[in-house]
């Protein structure tokens, strides 16, 4: 028997020199159905040769070549014979290397600029002589090699886009990977194509198929278990256990009494209508909210929180029979951001507050069937598993849940003020049109009371904070610039239908220097 050839074999490397827009690359790579890993600037040649790539991705990042201490790539990549694209740091460490120099730009760029084509034909075939690129940058490419000829240019940066004469390197100092550089997909596709010779096998349905036979070969006629959270993630993995093994999937809902309004209810309905799993829903409610009896200050919520969280599910678990394997929604953000992945980036950016992680004490072997994917793959995956879209597309929500929007103590009735208030905001968001255009939208409930009037008497009652922000990655964040209109509506419902509100405020602080979250 021939087994199909993997999915993920034309795969493109990203040599990470700044660990944010690395993964933006990575993203977009993948989005033209090519498999993508980000690894450490420093891979040696004989790591490259191993992931066998079909092209390399040098990234951008917020560094000097001609500074002392500025992540270096070892300059034999260059000479592997494997097609190599440099973004701006990327571009630069390039042209540095193979005989050109940079220097500080007379004038930095920073936004829209338009970029002239000089030498149009493989990376820039099909794009117009004039166009819109994103650039960000102090330094540019001054001089190049003679081995090199320049491709594009703007009005202040003389070589915005390079090609080697006999080596398949090229350089372009814009971002094709941001959104507001049009054109930026069409010449990354033009790479991943006409210059490296992928032919677009990563597809999800065929990712999805591979999985699933992976997981009946590795569990056997073993019993797993699966932690549902109510977000997508979780969701996402017991759907495609369900698909590979069935009845030996059992899932367990910790109702914490931290949730959304209704949605456990629609997970539990999800769970056992649709997909019929042994559903363990342990009701955790009164344990929670006594651990969080007159704690106010977030970490030791978030600690408790976790604490209390893995007592319930090790209880429940020994209640289950013959399970040899933990299911776990670890996504290929948390595999890099931990430094977990092999050749991988190192671990730079915080450990992603994992309330819901499960010690390894437990005992069990671990499958981290999404460990491969991005949030937005994952929610096409759900797609295709058959998950409804209100599951799949609903923003992303922290491990303790409702208890960081409630600043100052957690008690149930404050709980239910924060839950109703949210609802209204979701549903005032949805009823716009705009909930999918948002990454996150939520309520807090604030420890604060201030006065009102309500008909002819005087009020002194609670204020409400509503947050809503736009990023792409979580780690930076924009406020959402939401319609007044949309925002009053929001304001009225709260003020009128929710009992102990009076006041209600929107957030417009980005990230950083303020969190996505107030806790
Ligand atoms: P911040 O507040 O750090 O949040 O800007 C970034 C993203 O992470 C989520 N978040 C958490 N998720 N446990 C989680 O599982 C937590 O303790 C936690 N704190 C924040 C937050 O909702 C946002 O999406």
């Not at 933990?326 to 890099?336: E, H, K, N, R, S």
């Amino acid at each position: 028997m021939t087994t199909a050839p993997s999915i993920a074999a034309q795969r493109v490397l990203v040599l990470d020199f700044g660990a944010q827009y690395a993964q933006l690359i990575s993203r977009r790579v993948r989005e033209n159905h090519v498999y993508c890993e980000i690894v450490r600037h420093d891979i040696t040649p004989e790591q490259i040769r191993r992931h066998a790539p079909r092209g390399l991705i040098l990234s951008g990042g917020p560094s000097s070549v001609y500074e002392g201490g500025a992540p270096m790539c070892d300059p034999a990549i260059f000479k592997l014979g494997i097609p190599v694209l440099g973004i701006c740091y990327g571009m630069h460490l390039a042209c540095e290397t193979l005989g050109g120099k940079v220097e500080n730009a007379p004038a930095r760029e920073f936004g829209r600029a338009r970029c002239q084509v000089t030498s149009g034909g493989d990376l820039l075939a099909g794009v117009p002589e004039s166009f819109d690129v994103w650039m960000s940058h102090g330094d540019q490419v001054a001089r190049v090699s003679d081995d090199f000829v320049s491709l594009a240019k703007t009005k202040t940066c003389p070589i915005a886009a390079v090609k080697h004469k006999s080596l398949p390197v090229f350089g372009v100092q814009f971002h094709p990977e941001v959104t507001h550089t049009p054109l930026g997909s069409h010449i990354l596709h033009n790479f991943l194509t006409t210059v490296c010779g992928c032919t677009g096998t990563w597809k999800l349905g065929d990712f999805a198929k591979q999985t699933i036979d992976q997981m009946r070969g590795r569990i056997g006629n073993d019993r797993v278990i699966c932690g549902l959270s109510g977000g997508v993630d979780s969701a996402v993995t017991a759907a495609l256990l369900y698909q590979a093994i069935g009845p030996q999937l059992s899932c367990i809902l910790v109702d914490n009494g931290l949730l959304r309004k209704d949605e456990q209810a629609a997970v539990i309905a999800e769970f056992t209508r649709h997909f019929k799993t042994d559903l363990h829903v342990v009701a955790g409610e009164a344990r929670f909210l006594a651990t969080l009896k007159g704690i106010t200050e977030p970490q030791e919520k978030r600690r408790r929180i976790g604490h209390a969280f893995i007592e319930c599910f090790k209880e429940e678990s020994k209640q289950i029979q013959d399970v040899k394997f933990l299911a776990q929604g670890t996504l290929y953000p948390d595999v890099i951001e931990s430094g977990a992945a092999a050749d991988g980036p190192a671990a730079t950016i915080k450990l992603h507050h994992n309330v819901g992680g499960l010690p390894a004490e437990l005992g069990f072997e671990l499958v981290e069937p999404l460990r491969d994917l991005f949030k937005d793959e994952v929610r096409r995956l759900g797609l295709e598993l058959g998950l409804p879209e209100d599951l799949v597309w609903r923003h992303p929500f922290p491990g303790p849940g409702l208890a960081v929007r409630c600043l100052g103590e957690v008690t149930k009735p404050r709980l239910d003020v924060l839950r109703e208030a949210d609802a209204i905001m979701i549903e005032e968001i949805k009823a716009a049109g705009l909930y999918r255009q948002t990454s996150q939208a939520f309520a807090v409930l604030l420890p604060v009371q201030s006065v009102g009037v309500m008909g002819d008497a005087r009020t002194y009652e609670n204020a409400v904070a509503l947050r809503c922000v736009n990023t792409d990655d979580f780690m930076t964040a924009d406020w959402t610039h939401l319609p007044y209109d949309v925002l009053a509506r929001i304001s009225t419902r709260i003020i009128n239908e929710v009992k102990g509100v009076n006041r209600v405020c929107y957030d417009i602080s980005s990230k950083p220097p303020a969190t996505i979250e107030w806790e």
